[in-house]
Nanobody
Framework: QVQLVESGGGLVQAGGSLRLSCASS????????MGWYRQAPGKQRELVAQ???????NYADSVKGRFTISRLYSKNTVYLQMNSLKPEDTATYYC???????????WGQGTQVTVSS
């Protein structure tokens, strides 16, 4: 069983920055891909960024050049640095991880990001 705990959300003005963190309780040897998704009210959950175990990164077009995903293996933690935030980035952000063995998938509880104009 893997538990994901997010932190770092909050309220920020447009153009500002936030850094989200997601700590996994699982062994760092058991986690494969980690990523961030977001869901705004009335919209479907969408992928924001992913990072594989080999540090290959994938970003949604809407955040390329503004957001950076990184991973600290020693702490089994993934980060999302969000710069130049826009009101349309307002959403609940969820951490996601899948395991090497069994390809199990886990979600965090979500952290709210609100960008004011």
């Amino acid at each position: 069983q893997v538990q994901l705990v997010e932190s770092g959300g909050g309220l920020v003005q447009a153009g500002g920055s936030l850094r989200l963190s997601c700590a996994s309780s699982g062994s760092r040897f058991s986690i494969n891909t980690m990523g961030w998704y977001r869901q705004a009210p009335g919209k479907q959950r969408e992928l924001v960024a992913q990072i594989t175990r080999g540090d290959s990164r994938n970003y949604a077009d809407s955040v390329k050049g503004r957001f950076t995903i990184s991973r600290l293996y020693s702490k089994n933690t993934v980060y999302l640095q969000m710069n130049s935030l826009k009101p349309e980035d307002t959403a609940t952000y969820y951490c996601n991880a899948d395991t090497l063995i069994g390809n199990e998938n886990y979600w965090g509880q979500g952290t709210q990001v609100t960008v004011s104009s």
